[in-house]
C-alpha cells in the first residue's frame, strides 16, 4: 500500500491542507514581481487533497491537478464537486506523467518533491515539468532541506501531531545520516464508538543541496530564476533555512 491511503482522511481533517492554502494567498503579490499572468491554466504537481487547487480556481485559474494516491483525489474532487469548481484530478506520478495541455505555471508544494528518493527520479519530474509547460512558463516548488530533515525534523523525536475526541495523531522521526534520508513514522488512532482502531504509514523524504536542485533544473533546460528561504518575505537561503521555494522558468526559445 503507498502512502496517503488511509493516511489521506487524517490529512484532510489536520492542519496540513493551510500550508498550501496560505500560499496561495501570498502568491498574488509575487506574481506581479515577476511579471508572471494572474491567470491563466495551472498544473499542481502532488496536488494531494486539492487544497491548493481550488483555492487558485476561486481565483479564476484553470487547474489540474495529479496525484499519486488515489484517496487524496477522491477527496479532492469530492471538495471541488461541493465547491461547483470544474477541476481535474488524474491519478499520476510526477516522475513520468502525461498530458495533452501546456501549462502558464506548474507547482509543487509540502515537501511533495522530498518523497522522491533519487535525484534521477527529481529530474524525471522536472523534464515532465519542462514538457507540460508553455515557453515562457513557470515552475515554482518548494523543498525541505537536508538542515530541515536532518536538524529540524529530529528536534522532537515524538510528538502528538493532532488529538480530538476521535482522533489521535503521533510523529515518530529519524534520519540516517549515511543514507540522508528521513523517516516519519505517522500512527494514528481512530475512536469508532468504544473502539480504537490504530493505523500507521511510515514515510521517506530525502533532501538535496540547492547546487543539486539548480543541476537538474538546468540540465532540464529551465532557467534557475530564484531561490527563497521564505516565500513569505523573499529572503534568501540561509545555513539553517529548513525549507528552499524555487522559481524557474522555461524559457522562450
Ligand atoms: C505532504 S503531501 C502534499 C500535498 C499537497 N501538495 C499540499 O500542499 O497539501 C505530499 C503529496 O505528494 C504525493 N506524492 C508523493 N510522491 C508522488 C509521486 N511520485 N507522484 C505524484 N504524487 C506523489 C502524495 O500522494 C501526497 O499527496
Known amino acids: 500500500m503507498t502512502v496517503y491511503h488511509h493516511f489521506a482522511q487524517v490529512y484532510a481533517r489536520g492542519y496540513y491542507p493551510e500550508f498550501s492554502q496560505a500560499l496561495a494567498g501570498l502568491l498574488p503579490g509575487i506574481f506581479e514581481q515577476y511579471e508572471i499572468p494572474r ?9 494531494g487533497e ?11 485559474w484553470s487547474v489540474a491537478g495529479i496525484d499519486q494516491s488515489e484517496e487524496m483525489l477522491r477527496l479532492a474532487r469530492h471538495r471541488a464537486t461541493t465547491a461547483g469548481l470544474e477541476i481535474e484530478f488524474k491519478q499520476q506520478d510526477m516522475r513520468s506523467f ?16 522530498n518523497y522522491l528518493l533519487r535525484i534521477e527520479d527529481v529530474q524525471s519530474a522536472f523534464e515532465r515539468a519542462y514538457k507540460a509547460l508553455k515557453p515562457g512558463g513557470w ?8 538542515y530541515g530533515l536532518a536538524i529540524e525534523w529530529q528536534k522532537q523525536k515524538c510528538y502528538v501531531q493532532q488529538e480530538t475526541e476521535d ?9 540516517d545520516f549515511e543514507k540522508r534520508m528521513a523517516t516519519m513514522r505517522i500512527t494514528w488512532f481512530i475512536r469508532n464508538d468504544e473502539i480504537w482502531q490504530k493505523y ?17 533544473l538546468t540540465t532540464t533546460g529551465f532557467s534557475f530564476e530564484s531561490v527563497y528561504g521564505s516565500l513569505r518575505n523573499l529572503t534568501p537561503v540561509k545555513q539553517d533555512s529548513s525549507r528552499v521555494w524555487i522559481f524557474a522558468q522555461k524559457k522562450s526559445q
Not at 502525461?98 to 518533491?113: G, K, N, P
Request: net charge negative; hydrophobic share 40%; charged share 25%.
Open 167 to 175: 482522533l489521535l495523531e503521533l510523529h515518530q522521526t529519524s534520519y
Open 50 to 60: 486539492g487544497s491548493f487547487a481550488l483555492e487558485m480556481a476561486k481565483m479564476g
Open 39 to 47: 491567470t491563466g491554466n495551472l498544473l499542481d504537481l502532488a496536488c
Open 139 to 146: 515552475f515554482i516548488f518548494d523543498m525541505n532541506t537536508i
Open 98 to 113: 502525461e498530458t495533452d495541455r501546456q501549462y502558464d505555471l506548474i507547482t509543487c508544494w509540502f515537501d511533495s518533491l
Open 200 to 216: 500507521e504509514e511510515i514515510h521517506f523524504e530525502r533532501a538535496y543541496s540547492v547546487e543539486k536542485i539548480k543541476n537538474a
